[in-house]
């Protein structure tokens, strides 16, 4: 990774992204590393991290992922889902954060060197060039070892640099055998306990 010692840096992670390129690479990711590697090549300004929730759920898997997070050195930027019937009648989900993302990169901006966005998503290329016409570096993490790749190659081409997730398991992932702990760990009803959730144990949905 190509960074550099004085550049004020900013993580902007859409949440949903990363976990399934993540779980493509069958690894989970430790956000106290990931927030400690990013931090050792700059000054880490700021941990952004995208998700919407669902509402009217009673218990939604991802909300202990929320909680550690905030409490852990990220900045939480979340929004309801919202559901609709297609045309072919089947119930459907939406949450998409891209707005969310790209507008809070823009208006931090001014205050960064350097952005790293963590997504494969092709339609935040105008956002990268956009970036960059303010004179700011801009870095995308995905995965191309994956067969579909899970970046998009003009996303992967418009960034300064691209950083395969896979190359970075050795540093932010999380050892297996602590999830089979914990696993083990469960109440008899199987649900995890409570006091327990660690971000690597949770699934985005």
């Known amino acids: ?57 009673e218990y939604s898997s991802i909300r202990p992922l929320i909680d550690w997070l905030d409490y852990n050195g990220y900045t939480m930027v979340t929004k309801p889902t919202k559901e609709f ?25 001014e205050h960064l060197d350097h952005l790293v966005i963590f997504s494969g998503d092709g339609d935040f290329r105008s956002l990268v060039e956009a970036l960059q016409h303010k004179g700011k570096r801009v870095s995308v993490v995905s995965t191309l070892t994956t067969n579909p790749p899970m970046v998009a190659d003009e996303l992967r081409r418009q960034a300064d640099q691209f950083i395969d997730l896979a190359s970075l ?37």
């Not at 990711?29 to 919407?52: C, E, H, M, N, P």
């Not at 019937?85 to 901006?109: P, S, T």
């Not at 009803?189 to 949905?205: A, K, N, R, V, W």
């Open 85 to 109: 019937v297609d045309a072919a009648g089947r119930r459907k989900v939406k949450g998409n954060m891209d707005i969310e993302l790209a507008v809070d990169a823009m208006e931090l901006a």
């Open 169 to 205: 398991q050795n540093e932010i992932g999380r050892d297996p055998s602590q999830r089979t702990q914990r696993e083990q760990r469960q109440r008899p009803d199987g649900e995890p306990p409570t006091d327990e959730f660690e971000p690597g144990d949770l699934i985005e949905t």
């Open 1 to 57: 990774m190509n960074f550099y010692p004085t550049e004020r840096i900013a993580l902007f992670i859409d949440g949903s992204n990363l976990y399934a390129a993540a779980k493509s690479l069958s690894f989970d990711i430790d956000y106290k590393r990931l927030l400690t590697l990013f931090g050792s090549k700059g000054q880490l300004v700021r941990a952004l991290y995208y998700t919407a929730l669902s509402e009217d759920q």
